[in-house]
């Protein structure tokens, strides 16, 4: 059993993305900095989207071009939807982004006005412009989607092929509106990891129906190490009706820490980061340590 799992900090992204309330930036960088110094090693700090669509992400230049100069050797990424938002990054000097969009073409519509052969034309664009931009795919809606339901493990597998034709090298797989279940998950993360060996699969799995843990600890033994978590598990898709928070990190490290795994991340510095971050966010936590009073 690999003993490893690297957590991938999305919330600054995914949980900020849909507070109500813009927050400052002072104050998102408050605590991504505070969760760099309890261990965290990876954060999508932000995304390079439309301010019109997600005005809680308007001031990802400034974020970035801070973060970047502060930290050089840091790991982060953020999320882009097309060429625009890759160049933005890159010019900012990220080389690491992630690519979203989805399995269900009425979601990609929804989310980022595409059509899947758009998505992937733009795709090849952002490979063929940038050949040193590290780039993991992510796949909304893998689970399944608020609009056509769950897909076969089949659809699944071909959806990554004719993305790893094109050149990707690493997929999110992602539970946008938390409908999947720990079998399903086996089944998807399974046949993913054996069809494509060469390739490396991340989980980000959102808790709207409590699943959140056991869905991300099935994607853990069925051979993913990498993770996507939100600290406090926050988190929504503004986009998807009815998604909710992410799994929380905080919760996801201790249950991990227990087990015996390696996550490197010192969780009660974690969790006060959480507990602070609770204190300045009016937003949607699904995780379960950040609202156990100490
Ligand atoms: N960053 C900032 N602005 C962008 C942009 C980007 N990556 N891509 C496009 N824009 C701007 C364009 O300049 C244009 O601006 P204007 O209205 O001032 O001229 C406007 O957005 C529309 O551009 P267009 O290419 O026609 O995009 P669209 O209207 O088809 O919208 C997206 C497509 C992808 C830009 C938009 O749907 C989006 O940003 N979605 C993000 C969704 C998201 O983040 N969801 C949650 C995370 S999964
Ligand atoms: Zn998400």
């Known amino acids: 059993m690999n003993k490893k799992v690297q957590i991938l900090e999305v919330g600054p992204r995914d949980g900020f993305q849909n507070l109500d309330e813009y927050l400052p930036l002072e104050q998102k960088l408050k605590v991504i900095e505070d969760m760099i110094e309890a261990g965290v090693k990876h954060i999508q700090h932000t995304s390079f989207v439309s301010p019109k669509a997600i005005p809680q992400m308007k001031d990802s230049g400034e974020l970035t071009k801070i973060l970047v100069e502060k930290y050089p050797d840091y790991d982060f990424f953020a999320l882009v939807p097309n060429l625009y938002g890759a160049r933005s990054a890159y010019e900012l000097g990220l080389r690491k982004i992630s690519y979203v969009l989805s399995l269900s073409k009425s979601h990609n519509k929804a989310n980022i006005n595409r059509t899947h052969e758009e998505s992937f034309e733009e795709l090849k664009k952002i490979m063929d412009a940038y050949p040193d931009m590290d780039i993991c795919v992510d796949i909304a809606t893998t689970f399944g989607c608020p609009f056509e339901g769950k897909y076969e493990t089949e659809v699944v597998i071909d959806f990554i092929r004719q993305l790893v034709d094109l050149g990707a ?31 490396e699969f991340q989980a980000h799995i959102h808790d709207t129906r409590n699943m959140g843990m056991v869905n991300t600890l099935a994607a853990i033994e069925s051979g993913i190490t990498k993770v996507q978590t939100t600290l406090g598990g926050l988190g929504g898709c503004p986009f998807a009706p009815g998604a909710s928070g992410n799994t929380a990190t905080e919760d996801l490290v201790h249950m ?32 379960h340590l950040v609202n156990i009073i100490s």
């Open 256 to 287: 991990l820490n227990e087990m015996g795994y390696d996550t490197g991340i010192d969780n009660e510095k974690l969790l006060e980061v959480s507990r602070y971050q609770k204190t300045i966010v009016d937003g949607n936590f699904s995780g």
């Open 169 to 199: 090298k690493e997929f999110s797989l992602a539970d946008t509106i938390g409908i999947a279940n720990p079998k399903q998950v086996r089944e998807i993360v399974s046949a993913a990891v054996k069809e494509f060996p060469e390739v």
